[in-house]
């Protein structure tokens, strides 16, 4: 009896928050993983999507053709209502592309100071997008990757006033999921990893590496 090579995957991000997350969620599978970090050459993917799901396939596509392995992209944003859902897919880049995580939270929450006393409704979304090739194919590095596989999740919430807590990243400190009274920044990973939406986007990824084992 042969035995396939274990899968290589590679995380196709350079942000150490969602490394860590996408990290931890596959774990247990039977995978080895890999980080952009590896491939120093390969230039980043200029995110050029009008949607989650354009700049998800754009990255996982050219990130796998670049490095002959399975890719996993994530773009994710946050939508705020009363912004008409800004920052969204410009969410990392709101404020500028060197903007820091709290000088993108600030510039968001001097936009939502011009609705004093309203409630601001918002979600974070996340979309995923696997490329590679038919697993059991012969010299990938021949074949053009395509498309396996697409997840997305979403997490409805509020925003609040001031930032709270230190965990998570991005705008967590500022976003209260809908049935909690803490933010992504003061819920403990265990939690946020199983109710966020990469969280959900996750899960239904997983789903279907698995069936790759089959």
Known sequence: MTHRPRLELLIATRNLGKIREIGESLRSLP???????EFPDIPPVEEVGQTYKENAILKALSYSKHTG????ADDSGLEVDALGGAPGVLSARYGGDRASDRERTDKLLMALS??????QTARFVSCMALAGWHWGEDEPYNLDAHVLHVSEGKCEGLIIERPRGNN??????????TGYDR???ELPAQIKNVISHRAQALAAMRQFLKSLEG
């Open 168 to 177: 998570g990243f991005g705008y967590d400190p500022v976003f209260v999921p």
């Open 114 to 119: 011009r609705y004093p006393g309203q409630a």
């Open 183 to 185: 933010t992504f920044g």
């Open 69 to 72: 392995v399975f890719a996993l």
């Open 31 to 37: 995978l080895t993983l890999r980080y952009l970090q």
